[in-house]
């Protein structure tokens, strides 16, 4: 079973941002406008992580947030406040109301996720992969290695990030852009030729001894991860 995250936002231009990266690293996404709607949604069941905003119509996620702390069915539930408001005070009074994180708007989507996939490994750790493999290539998220057959493959942290995005997405082609978004943040100016040059790192670092090459080059269109690849054992 994919964890399932409901995005609890008013602005629709981040909701599209943070559908389209946790779909791409494969979770079920629900997104509900208004905290009062999110509230009555949430009484029909519970997903496995909420990201909640501050400020919403009808009922606001700090109140949202305690309301959610006062029920037994969801007193337990991971909440991740995403608010404009980052000075101290705000940042303990969003934790003392009983959000488990809080991430201060505009924020990197890499860190994001990195924070959502934290605190599912602390709360269902049963939904988060420590590994992801594909044909004979393994790579280990938790300590942050990458084997090919029996051969240790030495990545740099960017080209780590980029291998990782690749393939919990096997198949699916990304732009530069959506690449640049996706490991590099928006936040992060980075000209999208960069992504060419950190491809070409990754395919000579675990492409050695003429290994076929996973990534595939979408003329016109970007890259991926090559999913007829991932079926080979």
């Known amino acids: 079973m994919k964890p399932r995250v ?71 539930l991971p909440i991740i406040m995403l608010t404009a408001r980052g000075e101290e005070g705000e940042r303990i009074r969003g934790l003392a109301t009983g959000a488990d994180d809080y991430v201060v708007k505009p924020f990197s989507v890499p860190e994001l996720l990195a924070r959502v996939r934290a605190l599912l490994r602390r709360a269902k750790p049963e939904h988060i992969s420590k590994t992801l493999k594909a044909g004979d290539i393994e790579l280990d998220r938790e300590n942050r290695r990458v084997r090919r057959h029996a051969r240790e493959v030495h990545l740099g942290p960017t080209e780590f990030r980029l291998l990782e995005f690749l393939m919990q997405s096997a198949g699916r082609v990304f732009s530069r ?57």
């Open 6 to 76: 409901m995005i609890v936002e008013d602005e629709e231009p981040l909701i599209m941002l943070l559908r389209y990266n946790l779909e791409a690293e494969g979770y079920d996404v629900d997104s509900v406008a208004r905290g009062d709607e999110a509230e009555i949604r949430l009484q029909e069941g519970a997903p496995d992580l909420i990201l909640l905003d501050w400020m919403l119509p009808g009922v606001s996620g700090i109140e949202l947030c305690r309301r959610l702390r006062a029920r037994p069915e969801t007193e337990l």
């Open 177 to 233: 852009e959506q690449l640049l978004d996706g490991v590099w943040g928006r936040d992060v100016y980075v000209d999208e030729r960069t992504v060419d040059v950190h491809v070409g790192r990754l395919r000579k670092a675990i492409n050695r001894g003429r290994k076929p090459d996973p990534i595939r080059t979408v003329r016109g269109a970007g890259y991926s991860f090559d999913e007829n690849f991932t079926r080979a054992s």
